[in-house]
């Protein structure tokens, strides 16, 4: 219904079929696209689309609870932890967490192993906490993890952050470290894409645009015991305490995104749930780390046991192919495969939502690409 | 798609029309829900829907400048103020204002004309501020409005607070109030409502929910001369300065809500603008209250001269009838018209895209009901 005229340079428009290889917002499954079709312009017999209903009402306080409820299940969530839905994505929580866990002067802990970890122990500086980086990867380029034990934590931290997986440079915790302190995980892309511990942690959170739905909310798990230190200055969509207490109504969610992530939780659920997930997500990694250490054509950067099944970056041997290379997977149909602007290169992001076939057709590509130019 | 039983204890449940009254999230035009239906699965051409889109990718860099540009063109923006695209609503804002435009001692400086105005205030007590209130209209329960010349308002002040229209008691300024500190409007509720005088505000915020689309986003035009100023414990995520220099983009914006927006600002563009939206919200509001006014059975208790165009909370003489009154109207279809709990009565929120055949069911069905009853 727009009058604007749009430029079209994306050169995979009218395309009938194509793969989102975007690490986030990120693509969605065909049956999660056509059940949002399905539900307009009438939820549930509402008449209404869920996205005009006021979220006092209750149809959205029990799609609310129901959201919970699945997400308890999916991940095995022990009720000693509650189940927040807030706003203002993971950044957002790389404030919300030392406003909620520290005073000024505490010291707080980061395990360092990429881009995000990096920025959440930035932002973590500005409330007058001492950092402490018992790891940072930096010297060996982020291409690699730290020992999970042993780590140098100092017992008096409030906290011990790390990322499960670096979204950009491509590296995957296999089991949380081990430490006294509570552990706080940034676990956006990594959620709902493999069993997770999540009684080892006093708060993990996630932003909903990758494994989750759609952009918009971001799910805080946490301890109950770490509630009720909020300092006073936490913004009150920030404040844990606030938002647990007011079961994450406190203001307006995104009820939308809410809505998707209720679809995202039934379709994983038919599909086997978490297991099922990381037996899937093993499979297509392996697919494009095969093509990838086939040649000497291109490069994946990352020690093999850190490796992401997430997100893939690589490079080639000559970099000045990668316009090339990325302007003609967009004429396959192959989206968003540029590498995060940081890093360069290209990268695959293989979250739940990405088919197999997505995942042939992109190493059918790396191949032919390969045979074309090598 | 989902399994889940659900519980149908809406009685407006498999109507064919409804008409949505509620606060916000609120009603949409029906060219939109057509619209976003439309899009899926495929935006533009593009072979993907906009929800699944890189927030890096050039066809959402290219969305976000356009409705950039549209809101500008429509609320006539000047060059001397930025707009922002942020996350965490009105609330979010609460603790953003003080963030960015105070530093601990100043004083800031509320006109206190309804709830939305004393969270504000509330919220704004947290961060060490001297919170001065030139005008409380809660002696007169918020059925007034202060006197806009001459408020007693200490020039020192960093910013004055106002809620040019207030949601939940319904009381609505015409023009601003005249000072000569920097002026911030929540404007939630009231805006692309009407004309309003930008260049005479420091910051205007007004969340995506009611008359600009979906929940999820929150659009904030800042006079560029206030950038510069965030406190250092500021999260990035409501940093003015830093969403300016990164155009909004500083992490993942709510995508699908900045798509809905761009579609609102279509619908009311080719309605003829914001003035002609004054003209029909005129229209639509007169219905209700002549309707109100013309029975002592319902009543509007506020002042003729600050009634607000946009939410009209009404009592009946006998209260006892409410619940009888609200689930007869869900039954014919009419939503939402519970008013809130803070309040109790009724309330029906007229926004843009309620239409006026919506408003007239409504009016025939208060008239029936007391009919029926009085």
């Known amino acids: 219904m727009s009058k604007t005229r749009w430029s079209g340079r994306s050169p995979w428009q009218n395309r009938s079929v194509t793969y989102n290889f975007s690490s986030g917002p990120a693509t969605l499954p065909d049956a999660v696209i056509a059940a949002i079709r399905n539900d307009l ?134 089991t949380p470290p081990v430490t006294v302190v509570p552990l706080v995980a940034d676990a956006s892309s990594q959620i709902l894409s493999r069993p997770m511990d999540v009684g080892a942690h006093g708060v993990i959170f996630a932003g909903t645009q990758k494994n989750l739905g759609v952009a918009g909310a971001v ?46 939780l039934d379709w994983v659920a038919r599909l086997g749930g978490v297991e099922a997930m990381a037996v899937e997500s093993r499979a297509k990694a392996d697919l494009v780390y095969a093509a990838i250490d086939a040649s000497d054509f291109y490069r994946n950067p990352v020690e093999q046991s850190a490796r992401s099944t997430k997100n893939i970056p690589f490079t080639m041997a000559d970099p000045s192919l990668d316009r090339q290379f990325l302007a003609e997977a967009e004429a396959a149909g192959l989206m968003f495969l540029e590498g995060h602007r940081s890093v360069g290169g290209m990268r695959a992001s293989l979250y739940n939502a990405m088919p197999q076939v997505g995942v042939v057709t992109l190493v059918d590509f790396i191949k032919d690409f390969e045979r074309r130019n090598g």
């Open 219 to 264: 799910v805080v798990i946490i301890d109950r015991a770490l509630l009720g230190r909020a300092r006073l200055e936490t913004p009150s969509i920030l404040d844990y305490t606030k938002m647990s207490q007011a079961d994450s109504l406190l203001n307006t969610p995104t009820t939308f995104a809410v809505y998707v992530l209720d679809l995202m």
């Open 41 to 174: 312009p009438s939820w549930r017999g509402t008449g209404q689309p869920l996205m005009t209903l006021s979220h006092r009402g209750a149809d959205f306080i029990e799609l609310m609870a129901v959201v919970k409820a699945k997400l308890r299940q999916a991940l095995a969530i022990p009720d000693s932890h509650d189940i927040l839905i807030l706003q203002g994505g993971g950044m957002g929580q790389f404030a919300a967490v030392p406003l909620n866990l520290t005073h000024p002067g505490d010291k707080v802990s980061f395990l360092l192993t990429g881009n995000w970890g990096v920025q959440a122990a930035k932002e973590a500086g500005n409330y007058q906490l001492c950092v402490d980086r018992p790891a940072d990867q930096q010297s060996g380029n982020y291409t690699t993890l730290p020992p999970l034990e042993n780590l140098a934590i100092d017992p008096a931290s409030a906290y011990l952050h790390y990322v499960p997986n670096e979204t950009i440079q491509g590296v995957e915790f296999s």
